[in-house]
């Protein structure tokens, strides 16, 4: 389970510090190709907080064999969809030199 109190900051108006807390660990298993993304939550309870494909998020213990697995998976196809992405032309250097004199 998440909760998500906000915490206001003075002398910003109505601006407001969100802060995810894990208050339980699921100990259902997630299937991977539901699961977005991840980010990990250090503190009094370490999680690993999944992100499904549809936007919840849901906090499993990063000991259990099957978030560790999950966690691989997610890098190993992050890794792999980054290499896959070609710079843009603009991106690539370029062929030619200019000088510029003044």
């Known amino acids: 389970m998440l909760t998500a109190p906000n915490y206001p900051l003075s002398g910003v108006g109505s601006e407001v510090l969100e802060k995810s807390i894990c208050v339980s660990l699921t100990t259902q298993r997630l299937p991977i190709k539901n699961i977005k993304t991840y980010t990990i939550k250090e503190g009094s309870m370490k999680a690993v907080i999944f992100i ?4 919840l ?45 003044g």
């Open 57 to 101: 998020k849901v906090c499993a213990d990063p000991h259990v064999d099957w978030v560790k697995k999950a966690v691989r998976t997610i890098d190993k196809s992050n890794r792999r969809n980054v290499s896959q992405t070609k710079p843009t032309e603009a991106q690539q250097s370029p062929k030619t030199a200019v000088t510029l004199t």
């Open 52 to 55: 499904t494909r549809r936007g």
